[in-house]
């Protein structure tokens, strides 16, 4: 990896030397040793992933560094699938959608004979993982739409209360990264405003966003079906979400919803995927100091390896290609190895 | 663009009773300065509006409170034209537009001998006036679309430093209600987020709401058009407006803005005419207590008077019709009359 410091163009050994010379460096020493034990990235280990979070908001937040950011201007925008939860071996929501087919079905009786619910009613995960774009946008057209956007609310909670990850057996809302929780968190706690930015549905977030990662919902962008607005039987006013794709935040799409619904370009981004590369080129090709930061998955004992760089294996499921990771180590963003670079993934481990 | 006019509020009328306007300036009236009182709403006279706002506040703020709400479900938002700032004769954004047209006919001449353009090229505002829906339409699409983001915003804010209003002769970000600002200064300080719903341009407004009421861009919302992602000649990403309406966020269109970039339903709204009419309406459906108050301009001396309730003849600008008066009365939204809730209208009276 390029060297951290000299991608965010500071020259960490003029700090040094400065510190040196400074009166109150036992002080200082003591803090560091303090910040060791309660700091705020413990679940992350020292190196150049931790580092680069460090460096780049002492930067940002320093009145008198020449990299200083506005509070108003902190925005920071983050991936969710593969970034701040587990992704693999299917997304969340797209479990969600084939959990919602046999009560769909149970309303809609014709459904039981039409593909592709048919083989979700059957069972068949082989079959299943056979299905095209085409089926797998049917059943998510069918499940997200058609109720009014408070059924759609209380659906996802439910479904949320019960449903289990297979692996871990525990709740999907368990398995958020720990690390990237912290650095949440700690952007926040320096004035930065976070913002998921999902390829996935927005709707679908926005449940529980506040709970899980303490984003509000208007802080949550991702794909969204247009709502309509209509008048209930008893005359109040409801919206329902229909089938048509209003924004699709994936790839190209995410800065494009980022300027639909922030209007200003993120100052620092966090992806791990091709779908998040525009995202990180356009936060990371802004004035000033820009931070840009890729989550690789090579950690099959504690979560799981995907991905062609480092040698491993490309899957569909959140494709961090080759030709991604050239890109980052030429364009200076920073890829966190989670093997190496999280000491801990999950918090209840 | 069928419904570009729709999202934009614009009707030939507005040029219509503009030709009329300009021409005839009525003499700026002088007003005494109020008295400094304490407390909030300090440009508010007591009275049934003021009162509505301190009772909500208080009422869901207060913990011990049964219509108490919780701090991150305080969402208010405010139509802007005839509800922050002067509407009449003419919304400012399209003022905006036509004095885009010389700039960009000197970069497409063509244009010069193409309608709309040689009308406005002429000055002629009588032919203006008689512009047809498709006219005004040509001229938002091709002054609002095909630059860069970033171009956009500089050409905003370079009109906006030199643009007046032709009555008060001052700049049109001068012209916002000093009564809405404490309002929203008020609700702000009692842990409320304040969001910006217009049906005109969510890009244009953005330029300026931070510097002019204190909200982010982030919590404008608007008509938007479509940004499409590029790479520059030199490589660097930009986002280019095109012209592909996204939202139309007038009428039911403003609930359905508020669902997709907020996804919850406000607290608190206000408005001034029937674009706003749905959004008020569903702020005021969601339980517990809610707050929807519109402002009625009938205040000919200070500002304008225009709408049929009281009399008042009717315009289309800023429509606040009988009926809508009638269900304003009938649903308990508390109507502003301009004339008798404010102390003061500007903040430089």
């Not at 910040?35 to 679940?43: E, I, N, R, V």
């Not at 690390?179 to 449940?207: C, H, N, W």
């Not at 991604?324 to 963003?333: F, P, S």
């Amino acid at each position: 990896m390029k060297s951290t410091r000299a991608s965010f163009g500071i020259n960490r050994r003029v700090l040094l030397t400065t510190a040196a010379t400074l009166s109150v460096l036992p002080a200082l020493a003591v803090f560091k040793r303090a910040q060791a034990q309660t700091g705020p990235l413990q679940s992350w280990n020292d190196g150049p992933a931790k580092q680069a979070i460090l460096d780049f908001v002492r930067a940002t937040t320093d009145p008198n560094s020449p990299h200083f950011v506005r509070p108003e201007e902190r925005i920071a925008t983050f991936d969710q699938d593969g970034t701040l939860w587990v992704e693999h071996p299917m997304y969340s929501q797209m479990i969600y959608c084939i959990d919602r087919v046999p009560e769909l079905a149970a309303r809609k009786p014709e459904l039981k004979h039409v593909e592709p619910f048919k083989t979700v009613l059957s069972g068949d995960r082989q079959a299943m993982a056979r299905f095209t774009q085409q089926d797998l946008e049917k059943i998510i057209v069918a499940t997200l739409t058609g109720m009014t956007t408070d059924a759609f609310d209380a659906e996802v909670k439910a479904w949320l209360a019960t449903a289990k990850d297979p692996r871990w057996k525990r709740p999907f809302t368990d398995l958020t990264y720990q690390p990237m929780q912290e650095a949440m968190r700690y952007l926040r706690a320096s004035g930065y405003k976070t913002f998921i930015v999902t390829g996935f549905g927005q709707d679908f977030v926005r449940v529980y966003s506040q709970q899980i990662y303490g984003i509000p919902p208007e802080q949550v962008i991702g794909s969204a079906l247009a709502v309509k607005f209509a008048y209930a039987k008893d005359g109040k006013p409801i919206l329902i979400k229909e089938p048509k794709l209003m924004l699709n935040d994936d790839y190209a799409g995410k800065p494009e919803g980022i300027h639909l619904m922030i209007g200003r370009r993120p100052v620092a981004a966090f992806g791990n995927s091709t779908g998040d590369q525009q995202m990180l080129e356009y936060t990371k090709a802004g004035d000033g100091l820009r931070l840009s930061m890729i989550v690789l998955h090579d950690d099959a004992e504690r979560e799981y390896a995907y991905g062609p760089a480092e040698g491993l294996p490309d899957t569909k499921v959140g494709t961090f290609t080759q030709a991604l990771y050239d890109e980052a180590k030429k364009d200076g963003w920073t890829v966190i190895s989670m093997k190496n670079d999280w000491k801990r993934v999950f918090a209840f481990e």
